[in-house]
T-cell receptor
Framework: GESVGLHLPTLSVQEGDNSIINCAYS??????FIWYKQESGKGPQFIID?????DKRQGQRVTVLLNKTVKHLSLQIAATQPGDSAVYFC??????????????FGKGTKLSVIP | DAGVTQSPTHLIKTRGQQVTLRCSPK?????VSWYQQALGQGPQFIFQ???????QRGNFPDRFSGHQFPNYSSELNVNALLLGDSALYLC???????????????FGEGSRLTVL
């Protein structure tokens, strides 16, 4: 079946370094992708999104890259800080009707920042 | 501006019981979705409500039902609880405008359900 998955379950980086979290998706019909950050005991927090008509989008210290050819999504965090430590999920939207969100999440990557 | 609020934050039930979880969407949002997140897993889509009707449904049994009220708030009901229903239940809200999504999907902090 269609699924969204992550290449690495855990990632440890030194404070100040850049982090890259990868995600593979298999539903070629997906046209909207979102990255979420989830801290322990909290709900997912929106980081950045990208639509399939784009291949790159930048936010504050974060960049999302979309490669539709190989169905790959990545999240880049610049100058990683201890507060970035969390589990990161990518999600794809299986739109099945106008104005509808039905997100499929991957299992997540745990990012640990070493001070 | 209040975000998505959920209640209760934690609750414990026994097998066979029924539970109701509540959600108030972010101010200005009209669509509510519910997700189940088992420990160590990503959230899984249960269903979505818009204009007081269930619009989308994931792969969950009929024991899971919901409701949306005229003020856009929503309830998730789970009947005949099983041990496997233990999870974090997340509510998310969004705004539907015309034929496209507008803005982001905002999540609440969740309701942690433990079934004994």
């Amino acid at each position: 079946g269609e699924s969204v998955g992550l290449h690495l379950p855990t990632l440890s980086v030194q404070e100040g370094d850049n982090s890259i979290i990868n995600c593979a998706y298999s539903n070629s019909a997906s046209d909207y992708f979102i990255w979420y950050k989830q801290e322990s005991g909290k709900g997912p927090q929106f980081i950045i999104d990208i639509r399939s008509n784009m291949d790159k989008r930048q936010g504050q210290r974060v960049t999302v890259l979309l490669n539709k050819t190989v169905k790959h999504l990545s999240l880049q965090i610049a100058a990683t800080q201890p507060g970035d430590s969390a589990v990161y999920f990518c999600a794809e939207n299986s739109l099945s009707g106008a104005g509808s969100y039905q997100l499929t999440f991957g299992k997540g990557t745990k990012l640990s920042v070493i001070p | 501006d209040a975000g998505v609020t959920q209640s209760p934050t934690h609750l414990i039930k026994t097998r066979g019981q029924q539970v109701t979880l509540r959600c108030s969407p972010k101010s200005g949002h009209d669509t509510v979705s519910w997700y189940q997140q088992a420990l160590g897993q990503g959230p899984q889509f249960i269903f979505q409500y818009y204009e007081e009707e269930e619009r989308q449904r994931g792969n969950f049994p009929d024991r899971f039902s919901g409701h949306q009220f005229p003020n856009y708030s929503s309830e998730l009901n789970v009947n005949a609880l099983l041990l496997g229903d233990s999870a974090l239940y997340l509510c998310a809200s969004s705004l539907v405008s015309g034929s496209t999504n507008t803005g982001e999907l905002f999540f609440g902090e969740g309701s942690r359900l433990t079934v004994l």
